[in-house]
């Protein structure tokens, strides 16, 4: 479970262009479970994903993640809890990397295009880890690597000497998805990520998408502007408006022709009141 508790975030304080977003924000992610969040642009809904990943530190509140071992707090006056949730809040980036995986709408900023699939892969594989590069690849993982590419269906396994900037956007987008979710994180972030994709090619990747998270018993948040993925692909949607939850449902209790009515009516509201 990822829970984030009474979350704050604003931006330009004492400026004109002050933007209290989160103001005591809550939302649960149970595990094992796929939400997407729609909303309009400009809504939070990236914002609330920096606020996770920590690429964007929130002004308070918690974000807790559920550990599979109990962790002991000795609290100041000298009691001690017991629990499952760490509080990553105060973590960098690049600490929350250990239990978050993330897939971005640009297909360039999961992988590093200079360097091979083979590289990538070692490189996904070290996660949390230090080393120097000269060592990266550890021949005995080269079979899994295989192993994993071909999941995808897509012939990497056969190019692992191939630089990744040589990939189409979406064997890119495939591979970063791949890479996000080696390490088992507790929680895969999907932003918009097959946005950047041609319409069969996005297809492609979301089912792709959808076996990785069957497969390997992801809990994931994606958001995406296409009602019809949204309820197709998770088992629950949340819509935003400014910062907000206005919709939080079940995925078999909503078509995405409702979805769509309701997102074109908040749209409506918010131009109304622009006039
Ligand atoms: N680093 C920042 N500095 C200032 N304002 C920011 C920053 N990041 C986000 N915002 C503001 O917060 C609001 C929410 O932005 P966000 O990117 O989360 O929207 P979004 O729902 O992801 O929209 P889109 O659908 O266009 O991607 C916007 O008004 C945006 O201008
Ligand atoms: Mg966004």
């Given amino acids: 479970m990822l829970r984030v508790k009474n979350l704050y975030k604003s931006f330009n304080i004492g400026t004109d262009f002050e933007n209290n977003l989160f103001k005591g924000f809550n939302i649960e992610f149970e595990n094992n479970t796929s939400t997407a969040i729609i909303g309009s642009n400009g809504c939070g809904k990236s914002t609330l994903m920096n606020l996770i990943a920590g690429s964007l ?3 308070s509140g918690s974000i807790a993640i559920e550990l599979d071992e109990d962790i002991t707090f000795v609290k100041p006056d000298g009691t001690k809890e017991i629990t ?3 509080d990553i809040s105060k973590f960098r980036e690049e600490q929350r990397a250990r239990f978050i995986g993330r897939v971005h709408q640009n297909p360039s900023m999961g992988v590093s295009p200079s360097l091979t699939i083979l590289e990538n892969m070692a490189l996904a594989d070290k996660k949390n880890e230090s080393f120097s590069l000269r060592k990266l690849i550890r021949k005995n993982r080269i079979d899994y690597y295989v192993e994993q590419l071909k999941t995808l269906d897509l012939g990497l396994e056969n ?3 191939s630089r990744v900037d040589l990939l189409s956007g979406g064997q890119r987008q495939s591979l970063s998805l791949l890479m996000a979710s080696m390490k088992h994180p507790k929680v895969l972030l999907l932003d918009e990520h097959t946005a ?3 319409p ?5 990747v979301m089912n792709k998408t959808i076996d990785l998270i069957k497969n390997k018993e992801l809990t994931t948040v994606m958001i995406t502007h296409d009602m019809r993925d949204a309820v197709e692909y998770s088992d629950r949607v949340i819509m ?3 910062g907000k939850i206005v919709l939080d449902k079940n995925s078999s209790e909503i078509t995405a022709q409702e979805l769509h009515q ?5 749209i409506t509201e918010m131009e109304l009141k622009e006039d």
Avoid: E, F, G, H
């Fill in 57 to 59: 530190r929130a002004d």
């Fill in 84 to 86: 499952k949730y760490r």
């Fill in 159 to 161: 190019k692992l000497d």
């Fill in 196 to 198: 950047a994709l041609d």
């Fill in 200 to 204: 069969k090619t996005s297809r492609v």
């Fill in 240 to 242: 935003l408006d400014k």
């Fill in 262 to 266: 309701i997102y074109q009516d908040k």
